[in-house]
C-alpha cells in the first residue's frame, strides 16, 4: 500500500484554544480513495476540513500532505500544495459568472486553462450553456456544480468537500454523488464530510466516524454500511426521512 | 501669581466640563449602544444656538429670537432642541447599518455647520451671536467668582448626568442596549424593538450633548459658526477612547485628560513658538492628538478604563467565535 | 441653466474619480474610508511638488492651458500618493484587520488619518492656497449660447480615460476578477488560492490613483488647499450610496447625479448650501429605499 496522500496526526483546532472543537483526530487519505468524515452535528466535520484549510487555527496536531507538513498553512497556499476545499455554503462567487468562477480556479494554472476547462465541462456539460450567467442565479445544485468545477480547475491532487449534499433533493444528491465517483476517476482523491451518511458511504472506500470532536470509529465503508447499531447511534436516519 | 493659576485652572475645568458632557453623552450613543454618531459637534451647535435664541438679546437683523429668557430655559430649550433634531435625524437613519450612520451623522453635522453659516435670519451667519447673557455676572467684583459659580453648575450637571446615566445603563433599559449593541439579531429575536431602543438612545445622548452646546454658548457670550467644526466631534471621540468607551467614568476622565493635553499643548506651543507660527502650531496639535488616537486604537483599544462586566458572572458566556 | 450643467459635469467628474477609491475600499476592505479626501489632497499636493521639482511648469495642449508637464507629474505624484496610502495601511489599518478590529474602529483610525493628513499638508504649506500656474479659464462657444472651457473638456475626457482603464483592469484582468471575488466572499477568495493581502494593496493602489487625479485636475482648477479633499468627501460618499455601495458604475452614476443636484442647488441661489442639499439628496435617497442602500448581506 502507498503512503498516505493526506495524514492528519493527533489534530486539534478550533476558535478558542481553550475550547477545541477538534480533539485529537488522526486520519488517512490515500491517493485515489474517497473517504467519508461522518458524525453526528457538533461532531467537528466541518471544522476538520476548515483547519486542515487554515481557516481555524490548530493547536496541535501535524497535517502532512505527501510526507511533507502543510500545518498552518496560509490558506491562499493551500492551492499552490493542489489541495483544493469546496466550504459547505457561500461556495461560489455569487456575483460573479460562471465563467469568472472557473477562471478564478485556475488562478495559478492560467496556461492551462483550456485543458483544464475542457475536463470541467466534460463532467459538468451545463456549466457550458450557463458560462456568462451570475453565479447567484443558479440553483443549489448547478451551484454544487459551479463550487466543484471551480476547484477542479486548481488540478488539486485532493478536493476536500463540506457537505456537498447539503440542500439538495435525493435525486441531485445521487447525481452528485456519481459525478463524484467520475471526478475521482479523472485522477483525484476525494475526502467528504457528509450528514447524509448512508448516501457518503455508497461511493466511499473507507470512512471515519467522529463524535464529540474525537474519531470513534474507522472502517471500510462497506461494513460501516452493515452496521445496524453504528446506524443507529450515529449515521442518522434511512434515506428518505432525513429532516433536513 | 496664585490668584491666575486659580482662575485658569477654573477656566480649564469648566472647559473640560462642556467635553466631558459630549463624552458622556456618546458613551451612551456608542459605548453602550454601539451607534457610531460622527456628527457630536451639530448637536452641540444646535444647543450652544437654541440657548442663543432663548436667553440672547435682540438683533436688529434676525427675524426671530432674542427671547431673553433665564439661563436655564436656555438649558432646556437646548437640551429639547438638540432631543429633537436627533429624534427626526434618528429616525432616518438608524435602520442604516453602522457605516451609512457614521456617514450620514458626518452630513448632518456638515449640513448643521451651513445652516449656522448661512441662514442669517436666524443666526447671524458668520458675524456670529454675541452679549449672550453669562449668568451669575455682576454678582460679583471679578468675573474669577462668576466663573467658579458657573464650574459648580457645570459640575452639578455633570454629575447629574452621570448619576443618571450609571442608573439608566443598570436598568433593563440598559441592558437591552447592550444587547442591542452586542448583537442586533439576537435582541430582536428576544422581542426588543431594537430600532425603538436605539432612537431613545440616539435622543438622550445628542440632548446631552445641546446641554453641553447651550453651557459652552452662556459661558463664552459669543458664537460663531467657527466654533463648531468636526475637530469638535474628533476630540470627543480620542476622549472617549482614551477614557474608555462603554465606561463612563471613563468617559469623564478621558474628558479631563484629553482636554488637558490639549491645553497644555497650546500653552507650551505659544510660549515656544512665536506667534507668526500659530496656524502651524494648531495644525500640529491636531497631529498629534491624531497621533494619540491612532496609538490607542493600536495598543490600547479599550482605553484607560475598560468596559466594567455588568453582566453577573453565571450569566457570562465564553465569547462566540468569530466565524 | 445650460451653462450650470457643464459645470455639474466637470464637478460629476471629479467627484466620481474621488469616489471610487471610496467605493473600492469600501467594498474590498469593508469600511467607509473617511481619509478618502486626504488622499486627493495628497495627490494634489504631491502633484505639485513633482511640477515644482520639475520646473517645466504645466504646459499647454493647443486651447487646453495644460499638457503634458502637468500629467507628467500626475503620473509621479500617483507612485508617491501610492506609497503614502500603503504606507498608512501598512502601520494602522493591517495590524487593525489582524486584530479583526471592528468596522467602526477602521473607520475612526480613518477619520484621525483624514484629520492627522489635512493638518500636516496645512504644517507644512502654512495653510496659503497654492497653485500650479497662473491659469485665466478661457471659454468658447460651443454653440451659440454655450460656452464651455477646453480646460473643462480635457477635464472630462480624462476622466473618462480613467474610467476606461478602470473597466479594463476590473473586468478584464485576473487582478480586476480577483478584486471582485475578495469583495464578495473574502474566505472564498483565500480558499481559491487568492492572495487577499495582494489584493488589498493594489486595491489601494488604483483608489489612490484615481483620488491623485482627481486632485491634480481639480487643482488646476481652482486651487490647493488643505481642505480641497475634506471638502469633496460628503459628496463621494453620497455617490457611493446613491449608486449602491457594490458597483463601480453604480458610484460613477451617484458622482453624475451629485455633481448636477449640487449644480441645481447653486443655480437656484443656495450656493451656501451645497453640501448640504447633497445631505439632504442621500437622505430623501434613503427614506425611499432604504433596501437598496444595504448592499449585500454578509
Redesign the interface.
Known amino acids: 500500500m502507498a503512503e498516505a496522500l493526506l495524514a492528519v496526526h493527533a489534530l486539534e483546532a ?3 484554544p ?2 477545541p472543537i477538534v480533539r485529537g483526530v488522526s486520519i488517512e487519505v490515500r491517493e485515489g480513495e474517497i473517504v467519508s468524515v461522518l458524525g453526528p452535528n457538533g461532531a467537528g466535520k466541518s471544522t476538520l476540513l476548515k483547519a486542515i ?3 481555524v487555527r490548530i493547536t496541535a496536531g501535524r497535517v502532512l500532505l505527501d510526507e511533507r507538513d502543510i500545518t498552518g498553512l496560509d ?6 500544495a493542489r489541495v ?2 469546496v ?1 459547505q455554503t ?7 459568472s460562471v465563467e ?1 468562477n472557473l ?3 485556475a ?2 494554472n ?1 496556461d492551462r486553462f483550456d485543458t483544464l476547462r475542457q475536463r470541467v465541462v466534460a463532467l459538468f456539460p451545463d456549466l457550458e450553456r450557463l458560462r456568462s450567467l451570475a453565479a447567484g442565479k443558479l440553483s443549489g445544485g448547478q451551484r454544487q456544480m459551479v463550487a466543484l468545477g ?1 476547484a477542479m480547475m ?1 488540478d488539486p491532487r485532493l478536493l476536500m468537500l463540506d457537505e456537498p449534499s447539503a440542500g439538495l433533493s435525493p435525486r441531485l444528491t445521487r447525481q452528485l454523488l456519481t459525478q463524484l465517483t467520475r471526478v475521482r476517476d479523472s485522477g483525484m482523491t476525494i475526502v467528504m464530510v457528509e450528514q447524509n451518511a448512508r448516501a457518503a458511504l455508497s461511493i466511499s472506500d473507507r470512512a471515519y466516524v467522529l463524535v464529540d470532536g474525537r474519531e470513534e470509529i474507522q472502517g471500510d465503508a462497506e461494513s460501516l454500511l452493515g452496521d445496524p447499531a453504528l446506524g443507529a447511534l450515529y449515521l442518522g436516519a434511512a434515506p428518505g426521512t432525513r429532516s433536513r | 501669581m496664585m490668584e491666575g493659576m486659580l482662575s485658569f485652572a477654573v477656566f480649564f475645568l469648566v472647559f473640560a466640563s462642556f467635553y466631558a458632557l459630549c463624552s458622556l453623552g456618546l458613551n451612551l450613543q456608542w459605548g453602550f449602544t454601539g451607534l457610531f454618531n460622527v456628527g457630536v459637534v451639530g448637536f452641540f451647535a444646535i444647543g450652544a444656538y437654541a440657548s442663543a435664541i432663548i436667553t440672547g438679546p435682540a438683533y436688529p437683523d434676525t427675524l426671530f429670537g432674542g427671547f431673553g429668557m433665564p439661563f436655564p430655559f436656555g438649558l432646556a430649550g437646548a437640551m429639547l432642541s438638540a432631543g429633537v433634531a436627533a429624534l427626526g435625524v434618528g429616525f432616518v437613519t438608524l435602520r442604516l447599518r453602522e457605516d451609512f450612520l457614521a456617514i450620514s451623522t458626518f452630513g448632518v453635522a456638515i449640513a448643521i455647520q451651513l445652516v449656522c453659516l448661512n441662514f442669517e435670519p436666524l443666526t447671524r451667519g458668520p458675524n456670529g451671536m454675541y452679549s449672550l447673557p453669562r449668568p451669575f455676572a455682576g454678582l460679583f467684583a471679578t468675573h474669577a467668582f462668576d466663573n467658579v459659580l458657573y464650574l459648580v453648575v457645570c459640575l452639578a450637571l455633570i454629575a447629574g448626568v452621570y448619576l443618571a446615566f450609571e442608573r439608566m445603563v443598570r436598568s433593563p433599559w440598559g441592558r437591552v442596549l447592550r444587547a442591542i449593541r452586542d448583537d442586533e439579531v439576537a435582541a430582536a429575536a428576544l422581542g426588543k424593538n431594537v430600532f425603538a431602543f436605539r432612537l431613545q438612545s440616539f435622543v438622550v445622548g445628542s440632548a446631552v450633548m445641546g446641554l453641553a452646546g447651550a453651557l459652552y454658548a452662556n459661558f463664552q457670550g459669543f458664537i460663531s459658526p467657527a466654533d463648531f467644526l468636526p475637530i469638535f466631534t474628533f476630540q470627543v471621540f480620542v476622549m472617549l477612547i482614551v477614557g474608555g468607551s462603554g465606561n463612563n467614568l471613563g468617559a469623564l476622565l478621558g474628558g479631563l485628560f484629553v482636554w488637558f493635553l490639549w491645553s497644555m499643548s497650546e500653552q507650551v506651543m505659544q510660549a515656544l513658538l512665536p506667534p507668526t507660527a500659530l496656524t502651524q502650531a494648531a495644525a500640529a496639535r491636531i497631529v498629534l492628538i491624531g497621533l494619540v488616537l491612532a496609538l490607542m486604537l493600536l495598543f490600547r483599544p479599550e482605553g484607560i478604563l475598560a468596559e466594567r462586566r455588568i453582566v453577573s458572572r453565571e450569566a457570562r458566556l ?2 462566540a ?3 | 441653466m445650460i451653462q450650470y450643467l457643464a459645470d455639474g459635469i466637470v464637478n460629476a467628474a471629479l467627484i466620481a474619480l474621488g469616489a471610487i477609491g471610496l467605493s473600492m475600499t469600501y467594498n474590498v476592505l469593508r469600511f467607509a474610508n473617511f481619509a478618502q479626501g486626504e488622499i486627493l489632497t495628497a495627490g494634489a499636493y504631491f502633484t505639485l511638488l513633482v511640477v515644482t521639482v520639475l520646473g517645466a511648469g504645466i504646459g499647454t495642449m493647443g486651447p487646453i492651458a495644460f499638457g503634458w508637464p502637468l500629467l507628467v507629474s500626475m503620473l509621479v505624484a500617483i507612485a508617491l500618493t501610492g506609497a503614502v496610502v500603503l504606507v498608512v495601511d501598512m502601520l494602522l489599518f493591517a495590524p487593525l484587520r489582524g486584530r479583526n478590529a471592528s468596522r467602526i474602529t477602521l473607520i475612526m483610525a480613518a477619520f484621525g488619518v483624514s484629520l492627522m493628513g489635512r493638518n500636516l499638508v496645512m504644517l507644512m504649506t502654512g495653510g496659503e492656497p497654492f497653485y500650479y500656474d497662473f491659469y485665466i479659464p478661457r471659454a468658447f462657444a460651443l454653440f451659440p449660447g454655450f460656452e464651455v472651457v477646453p480646460d473643462d473638456l480635457a477635464i472630462v475626457a480624462i476622466a473618462g480615460l480613467a474610467f476606461a482603464l478602470l473597466f479594463v483592469l476590473v473586468n478584464r484582468t ?1 487582478m480586476g ?2 478584486m ?2 475578495v469583495a ?2 473574502p ?10 493581502r495582494a489584493v488589498i494593496r493594489w486595491t489601494w493602489i488604483v483608489g489612490a490613483a484615481l483620488a491623485t487625479v482627481a486632485g491634480a485636475l481639480l487643482g488646476h482648477n481652482t486651487q490647493l488647499r488643505p481642505e480641497m479633499g475634506f471638502d469633496l468627501l460628503l459628496p463621494m460618499f453620497a455617490a457611493l450610496i446613491l449608486g449602491g455601495a ?1 458597483n463601480l458604475y453604480g458610484t460613477i452614476l451617484g458622482a453624475v447625479v451629485i455633481g448636477l443636484t449640487e449644480a441645481l442647488a447653486v443655480a437656484i441661489g443656495l450656493s451656501g448650501y451645497r453640501a448640504a442639499v447633497t445631505f439632504a439628496v442621500i437622505v430623501v435617497f434613503l427614506l425611499l429605499r432604504p433596501q437598496g442602500l444595504l448592499g ?1 448581506r454578509e
Open positions: 478550533g476558535y478558542n481553550s475550547l484549510a487554515g481557516l490558506t491562499h497556499r493551500l492551492v499552490r483544493a476545499y466550504p457561500e461556495n461560489v462567487f455569487a456575483r460573479l469568472d477562471a478564478l480556479g488562478l495559478h492560467q471551480r486548481a | 465564553p465569547r467565535p468569530k466565524r | 485576473s476578477r480577483q471582485r471575488a464578495e466572499n474566505t472564498l477568495a483565500r480558499v481559491n488560492g487568492i492572495d487577499v457594490t449585500e
